[in-house]
C-alpha cells in the first residue's frame, strides 16, 4: 500500500537557525497536504501543492513538490519558539490521503 | 461555529470494556473520519465516512465499528477494549474525501489498563 516517510523524526534547533523536514512517498501523488500540530493539540492544515515542482511560501514557511510528485519539502526560514510543533505531510495517492510519520521540531530561545 | 468537537476529552477503561467516542461537526461536511496517533506512527486512519448512513474501512479498523446515522455526528465504538488501543484519538471532517484540508477536533486521550 502507499506509504509515507518523514525525515528526520525529531529536530532541535536554536532559535533563528533554519529547519527544514522531507516527505517520501512510495507511490506518485495528486497532491500533498501540510498540517501543524502544536504540543497537547490537534493538527492544522497549513497548505496543499498540486502542481509537479510547485513551491509556495508562507511568511518564512516554504513548501516544494518535486518534479516526480513523490516527495515534498517544508523548510522553516529563521526558527522562532511559535514553531514548535509536529509537522506532517499527508499524500493523496488512489483516492485516499495518507499521512506521514511527522517530523518533531523544538526551538531553544 | 464550534468547528469539530470530540466527547469525551480523556477516559480510562478497562480491557474488555466497552465506550463510544462522540464526533460532531457544524460544518455541513460530507466526509468525516477517525484516526489514531501513537508516538513516532503518525495519524492511522481507522474508519471514515463519505456521508450519512455510509461508512468504510481505513488503514487499522480492527477492534473499532463506527456509525453515521446523522451527517453532523460519526462515532466510533470499541466493543472490547484492548491495551494496544491505548492512543490519543482525533476526528476530522472535510468537503471532499482527498483533495480538500481536514479540520480535527481536539482529540481523546484514551488509556486501557
Known amino acids: 500500500g502507499q506509504q509515507v516517510m518523514q525525515i528526520p523524526q525529531y529536530q532541535h534547533v536554536q532559535e533563528g537557525e533554519d529547519f527544514t523536514t522531507y516527505c517520501n512517498s512510495s507511490?506518485?501523488?495528486?497532491?500533498i497536504q501540510w498540517y501543524k500540530q502544536r504540543p497537547g493539540g490537534h493538527p492544522v492544515f497549513l497548505i496543499q501543492?498540486?502542481?509537479?515542482?510547485e513551491v509556495k511560501k508562507q511568511k518564512r514557511l516554504t513548501f516544494q513538490f518535486g518534479e516526480a510528485k513523490k516527495n515534498s519539502s517544508l523548510h522553516i526560514t529563521a526558527t522562532q519558539t511559535t514553531d514548535v510543533g509536529t509537522y506532517f505531510c499527508?499524500?493523496?495517492?488512489?483516492?485516499?490521503?495518507?499521512f506521514g510519520t511527522g517530523t518533531r521540531l523544538l526551538v531553544s530561545p | 461555529n464550534a468547528g469539530v468537537t470530540q466527547t469525551p476529552k480523556f477516559r480510562v477503561l478497562k480491557t474488555g470494556q466497552s465506550m463510544t467516542l462522540l464526533c460532531a461537526q457544524d460544518?455541513?461536511?460530507?466526509?468525516m473520519y477517525w484516526y489514531r496517533q501513537d508516538p513516532g506512527m503518525g495519524l492511522r486512519l481507522i474508519h471514515y465516512?463519505?456521508?450519512?448512513?455510509?461508512?468504510a474501512k481505513g488503514e487499522v479498523p480492527d477492534g473499532y465499528n463506527v456509525s453515521r446515522l446523522k451527517k453532523q455526528n460519526f462515532l466510533l465504538g470499541l466493543e472490547s477494549a484492548a491495551p494496544s488501543q491505548t492512543s490519543v484519538y482525533f476526528c476530522?471532517?472535510?468537503?471532499?474525501?482527498?483533495?480538500?484540508?481536514?479540520?480535527f477536533g481536539p482529540g481523546t486521550r484514551l488509556t486501557v489498563t
Open positions: 476530522a471532517s472535510s468537503y471532499g474525501l482527498s483533495s480538500y484540508e481536514q479540520y
Open positions: 507511490t506518485t501523488l495528486s497532491n
Open positions: 501543492l498540486v502542481k509537479s515542482g
Open positions: 499527508a499524500g493523496v495517492g488512489f483516492q485516499k490521503l495518507v
Open positions: 460544518m455541513n461536511h460530507e466526509y
Open positions: 465516512s463519505v456521508g450519512e448512513g455510509t461508512t
